[in-house]
């Protein structure tokens, strides 16, 4: 049933991020709902899980951009795989530490896509303002995971509660 | 004998008012029935507008059904009517920009034109990019430029049965050769994946200024000559380097596209280079 509604709102949100939030663009960003999710569904599962959310999320996001296929499943899945690993060694059932888990994967994917497709310089941790972007997107990533991350709390501990670690 | 006396007097007063009134000039006889009408008028008034209320509340209570039924149609009819309106802004919109976009196809007739609509945009931060409603099945190649009535979008990047991905001018791993119209200083224009572009590779010499529109120079093969670009915003020269740059601003909006047209550039590129070989093979044996 979980994996069920998972796929519904994986559905829901993957149309939603290539129609309505491409006019909804905040400090010229729009925040990335399929990592939202991703990132959620490995803290609240577990590594193994979110390893095979992370691949799913890929291949979404793939479908709707010209991204490489192969980058996409490899980062999402690593995202996945990374959220899930924290589950037990965080207090990651409460939803401010699934956030600042958000924030920091974000910002992992943003320096390997920035490293890797925008031609960026590794040395970002000078304060190059070009590289602004990088805390940017993880800054507006979290902003939008609270709603959600509430609503799906709600939806999700409705359906099963969490899982031992 | 008090009550026959009076009503002698009553009998008198009424015959000789009689005669007055007869005997009056009409001009006169108006004016005194219009004043027993304006004493009357507040009153008759009054009575009237409240016989009329009544008669509307009791007609509304007889009809309430029919009142009711009539309101609930008429409200359905409101609500069909604005939607309508609704549609018929939106087709007028349409109407509108595909007029632009017939201006563009007929400025340049040697070309072939495909009309798209975009149904997604890229769902990630790092590409700039969209999807169209058509692909392989109906003539298009990766590779074939797209454009807007206001000038170049971008190119296609790769291609279903039924649905094309077009990367946008403004992706960082867009590039178009372009020529400044004024100065015909030639250059490459860049995204750099937000609102404005980059114009690269133009001599240090240059009297590039803002407001210089840029066309696209054909060389490279990709897009057509002569499709506007963008219009210089910005220009920048730095002491020690090669060439000048300037950031430009493109021609189209992005962020607003609903129409394109991908201009079948392979086909027209298969054509000519049959009538080449044509000529070619003409040549030869004479």
Redesign the interface.
């Known amino acids: 049933m979980e994996t069920f509604v998972g796929l519904i709102l994986f559905t829901i949100l993957?149309v939603i991020?290539?129609?309505l939030l491409?006019?909804l663009?905040i400090l010229?960003?729009?925040p990335?709902l399929?990592l939202i999710f991703c990132v959620y569904m490995g803290a609240r599962l577990n590594w193994y899980r979110g390893f095979w959310w992370g691949i799913l999320c890929g291949i979404?996001?793939s479908?709707?951009?010209?991204?490489d296929l192969r980058f996409a499943i490899a980062v999402f899945a690593l995202s996945g795989l990374i959220a899930g690993s924290f589950r037990g060694t965080l207090f990651v059932d409460s939803i401010g530490i699934k956030v600042i888990l958000l924030f920091f994967i974000s910002l992992l994917q943003a320096i390997l896509?920035g490293v890797f497709?925008?031609?960026i310089s590794l040395s970002f941790f000078s304060f190059n303002p070009a590289n602004k972007?990088l805390f940017k997107?993880p800054f507006i990533n979290c902003v939008f995971a609270i709603p959600l991350y509430y609503i799906m709390e709600k939806v999700f501990t409705k359906l099963s509660p969490y899982e031992k670690s | 004998m008090y009550e026959r006396g009076s009503k002698k007097r009553l009998f008198f007063f009424l015959i000789i008012l009689i005669i007055i009134l007869t005997v009056l000039p009409s001009k006169w006889k108006h004016a005194f029935r219009m004043k027993i009408v304006s004493i009357f008028s507040p009153a008759m008034h009054s009575v009237n507008k409240t016989t009329i209320r009544t008669k509307d509340n009791l007609s509304a209570w007889f009809h309430s059904g029919d009142v009711k039924r009539e309101n609930k149609k008429l409200k359905i009819r409101i609500q069909s009517i604005e939607a309508d309106l609704v549609t018929l802004e939106e087709n007028k919109l349409e109407n509108q920009r595909l007029r632009q976009l017939l201006q563009l196809k007929e400025s340049i007739p040697e070309y072939q034109f495909i009309a798209a609509k975009v149904i997604?945009?890229?769902?990630?931060?790092?590409?700039k990019?969209i999807?169209i409603d058509k692909g392989l099945n109906n003539g298009i190649h990766r590779g074939d430029p797209v454009v807007s009535y206001g000038g170049v979008i971008g190119s296609v990047?790769?291609c279903g049965n039924y649905q094309s991905?077009i990367?946008l001018l403004n992706?960082?791993n867009s590039r178009v050769g372009v020529i400044v119209q004024r100065t015909r200083d030639i250059g490459v224009v860049e995204g750099q994946?937000?609102?404005l572009l980059v114009l690269n590779y133009i001599p240090r010499n240059s009297e590039i200024k803002p407001g210089d529109i840029l066309i696209s120079s054909g060389l490279g093969s990709i897009y057509p000559k002569g499709i506007v670009v963008g219009e210089i915003v910005k220009v920048f020269e730095e002491k020690y380097k090669l060439y000048k740059f300037a950031e430009v601003k493109p021609a189209v909006d992005f962020?607003k596209l609903e129409e394109v047209l991908i201009i079948n550039w392979h086909d027209h590129n298969d054509k000519e280079m049959q009538l080449d070989n044509k000529e070619e093979v003409v040549k030869v044996s004479k």
């Open positions: 993957i991020q290539s129609s491409v006019h663009n010229s960003y729009m990335e399929l979404g996001v479908a709707f951009s010209v991204i896509f497709y925008k031609e972007y997107i | 997604g945009r890229d769902a990630t931060n790092w590409y990019s999807t990047f790769e991905k990367l992706d960082n994946s937000n609102s962020g």
